[in-house]
């Protein structure tokens, strides 16, 4: 991981006290919200449906045993709501202290991110505080900026990987942190890299997408994509560069950015991100970028990576020494036979290949019956952060599935890891299965949303908790999406499913065939929509009744998005529509109206 210099160390702890100051100030009256509101947005703090949330940045997706401690501490401590905000969210005729709400946990993000949904403003200077003991922040996890940096979370460990990413990820999250000309971008702006042959960080569909290869000479440099994004338009990058030598690459985003800054849209929020200006502009865009790169090269290309800065920084992502661990998880674990079957599933399904023959990477399952997905409450993150202390040199990763990865196990510690994990309930085999989907808090929590997600996500769960059944039907991406800002991102997965509103009621539009670009799903590809939108309480019928044309028309243990392809959408799409049933709606499900909180339309 990387190591913090005092420079760092320092740069964060004054932020916080920064944020503190304007708190202080915001409650004793001398700072407005309105001038508030730009300065907490910097630092990762929004105004949601009923109370602030603020979203952490977690850089690349790492984070130590440590952090993971601290996020328990503020989740345990700090998320929980008011009594006036409780009144506004469950409504007065509920008794404070009896009903219920999903406070005390963290949400991992499709963005690697830590999101809290409870914490009083009020608190937020303490809260920050905290964070900075372990070099944490919410610095440009919101705002038109350059947001947190995703890769990989097999990143250094990846069999499969041509270059390790994260040092180039640090080398970017260092460049863009602060930088003066990029601070008030037409529109938020997100970058992800990859050093893997196989795409597992959905490069395409982000504003800049960065793919590590190496040339026929053996040279190391980037493919370079620009343009991509899903939202109300979704729309996969452009390549606009085959290869740029590895030195060059925070010169060449500069070029990227700036072309974006001068010509972006700021007139109209849906049209101001770069992929409408790379759609429109097309050969021109990528022109302007080369002519602005040449002039950055011709002036002294003051952004050229030294080789002594990449060895500096890669220093700090050396493999751990494991035959030093004083780890007491070599102990001989027995897996009783009766659970062989279970172990076996582990194994295949959420243990993966590691470029040391000897380790393996493990993912920890946060998606189960009761809890939604991404969520993990206050003992979750302690017990990730003892496993990870005990049987991955005190190191996780957050997922793009939104689940915790274990990268530096032990094969001879397998046995021992999925007994603790089991415990925990963290070691359900359904990585990469229907359950294992994604989805944003939706409506539940966001302002920004026309309808929930975790209501859907749990009838589909309940539905599929057969795991004879999971395995059978093998690897599916099913996405949700409360609104089209696409938090969930919905347009890429194989089953996706978005929520509109119609006449202030929630219904929902399914699409099948979507990508995110990895092995598995191909090419990255918007899923189509099969028509019109469902109830709510159609949504899981639908689902069912797409997953019984793939049982029909699958062969030779196919994939879903295999079968789909082959078969073709259209007998897909007859399917989910015969689904639907008389009733209008279910009322059940009308999204609640809670005037008096802002939207903090950046969030999205």
């Known amino acids: 991981m990387y190591q913090y210099t005092e420079f760092d160390k320092a740069f964060v702890r004054e932020r916080a006290a920064q944020h503190r100051d304007q708190l202080e100030r915001n409650l004793a009256g001398t700072l407005s919200d309105e001038d508030f509101r730009?300065?907490?947005?910097?630092?990762?703090?929004?105004?949601?449906?009923?109370?602030?949330?603020?979203?952490?940045?977690?850089?690349?997706?790492?984070?130590?045993?440590?952090?993971?401690?601290?996020?328990?501490?503020?989740?345990?401590?700090?998320?929980?709501?008011?009594?006036?905000?409780?009144?506004?969210?469950?409504?007065?005729?509920?008794?404070?202290?009896?009903?219920?709400?999903?406070?005390?946990?963290?949400?991992?993000?499709?963005?690697?991110?830590?999101?809290?949904?409870?914490?009083?403003l009020a608190k937020s200077a303490d809260v920050m505080d905290l964070l900075a003991t372990v070099n944490m922040h919410g610095i440009q996890t919101s705002g038109n900026c350059i947001r947190n940096i995703t890769?990989?979370?097999?990143?250094?460990?990846?069999?499969?990987?041509?270059?390790?990413?994260?040092?180039?990820?640090?080398?970017?999250?260092?460049?863009?942190?602060?930088?003066?000309?990029?601070?008030?971008?037409?529109?938020?702006?997100?970058?992800?890299?990859t050093g893997a042959r196989e795409d597992r960080a959905a490069v395409a569909w982000h504003d800049v997408g960065l793919h590590l290869i190496k040339n026929a000479q053996g040279d190391l440099g980037?493919?370079?994509?620009?343009?991509?994004?899903?939202?109300?338009?979704?729309?996969?990058?452009?390549?606009i560069r085959e290869f740029l030598p590895w030195h060059q690459i925070m010169n060449y985003l500069e070029a990227v950015v700036r072309v974006y800054n001068r010509w972006g849209r700021r007139d109209n929020l849906y049209k101001a991100r770069i992929k409408i200006l790379v759609k429109a502009e097309g050969q021109r865009y990528?022109?302007?970028v080369e002519a602005e790169y040449q002039s950055i090269l011709n002036n002294g290309a003051t952004h050229t990576i030294p080789q002594a800065e990449l060895d500096r920084v890669s220093a700090c992502f050396v493999a751990p020494a494991l035959e030093q661990s004083s780890s007491t998880a070599t102990k001989t674990v027995a897996v009783p036979?009766?659970?062989?079957?279970?172990?076996?599933?582990?194994?295949k399904q959420n243990v993966a290949a590691h470029k040391n023959p000897a380790l393996r990477a493990v993912t920890l399952s946060f998606k189960r019956l009761g809890q939604a997905p991404g969520d993990a409450d206050a003992d979750q993150l302690d017990t990730a952060a003892d496993l990870a202390d005990e049987f991955s040199a005190g190191e996780v990763r957050v997922t793009h599935d939104q689940n915790l990865l274990l990268p530096w196990v032990r094969e001879q510690d397998l046995p021992?890891?999925?007994?603790?994990?089991?415990?925990?309930?963290?070691?359900?085999?359904?990585?990469?299965?229907?359950?294992?989907?994604?989805?944003?808090?939706?409506?539940?929590?966001?302002?920004?949303?026309?309808?929930?997600?975790?209501?859907?996500?749990?009838?589909?769960?309940?539905?599929?908790?057969?795991?004879?059944?999971?395995?059978?039907?093998?690897?599916?991406?099913l996405h949700i999406s409360g609104c089209i800002n696409s938090c969930g991102h919905h347009h890429s997965g194989h089953i996706g499913i978005l929520g509109v509103d119609k006449d202030g009621k929630e219904w929902y539009q399914v699409s099948l065939g979507g990508s995110d670009?990895?092995?598995?799903?191909?090419?990255?590809?918007?899923?189509?929509?099969?028509?019109?939108?469902?109830?709510?309480?159609?949504?899981?019928?639908?689902?069912?009744?797409?997953?019984?044309?793939?049982?029909?028309?699958?062969?030779?243990?196919?994939?879903?998005i295999d079968t789909l392809r082959r078969v073709g959408f259209e007998a897909f799409k007859v399917a989910a529509n015969a689904a639907r049933w008389p009733q209008a709606h279910d009322e059940l499900h009308v999204l609640p109206k809670t005037p008096g909180f802002a939207k903090d339309t950046q969030e999205a």
Request: glycine share 8%; hydrophobic share 40%; proline share 6%.
């Open 222 to 239: 980037f493919k370079v994509l620009v343009g991509g994004g899903m939202g109300r338009t979704p729309i996969t990058g452009t390549v």
């Open 517 to 560: 670009g990895s092995t598995l799903s191909g090419a990255a590809v918007a899923g189509k929509v099969v028509g019109p939108s469902f109830s709510a309480g159609e949504v899981p019928g639908v689902v069912e009744a797409v997953l019984e044309v793939f049982r029909q028309h699958r062969q030779d243990r196919e994939t879903f």
């Open 38 to 120: 730009p300065l907490r947005l910097q630092n990762g703090w929004y105004v949601q449906r009923y109370a602030p949330m603020l979203r952490v940045a977690v850089p690349y997706g790492e984070l130590s045993s440590a952090q993971l401690r601290v996020l328990a501490r503020i989740a345990r401590e700090y998320d929980h709501p008011s009594k006036e905000v409780f009144d506004k969210a469950i409504g007065t005729q509920a008794t404070w202290g009896t009903t219920h709400l999903p406070v005390g946990y963290g949400h991992f993000t499709t963005r690697q991110n830590v999101q809290f949904n409870w914490i009083p």
């Open 416 to 477: 021992a890891l999925w007994v603790a994990a089991s415990h925990a309930g963290l070691a359900r085999s359904n990585i990469r299965l229907l359950s294992d989907m994604i989805a944003c808090p939706g409506g539940d929590f966001c302002a920004l949303a026309n309808a929930r997600s975790i209501p859907i996500a749990a009838a589909i769960t309940e539905r599929y908790q057969d795991m004879d059944e999971l395995h059978d039907l093998g690897e599916i991406d």
């Open 151 to 193: 890769s990989d979370e097999l990143a250094g460990i990846a069999p499969d990987e041509i270059a390790d990413p994260r040092p180039f990820a640090e080398i970017l999250r260092q460049w863009s942190t602060l930088h003066p000309e990029f601070a008030f971008l037409p529109r938020k702006f997100k970058i992800a890299i």
């Open 337 to 347: 036979p009766e659970r062989q079957k279970d172990y076996a599933r582990w194994l």
């Open 286 to 288: 990528t022109d302007e």
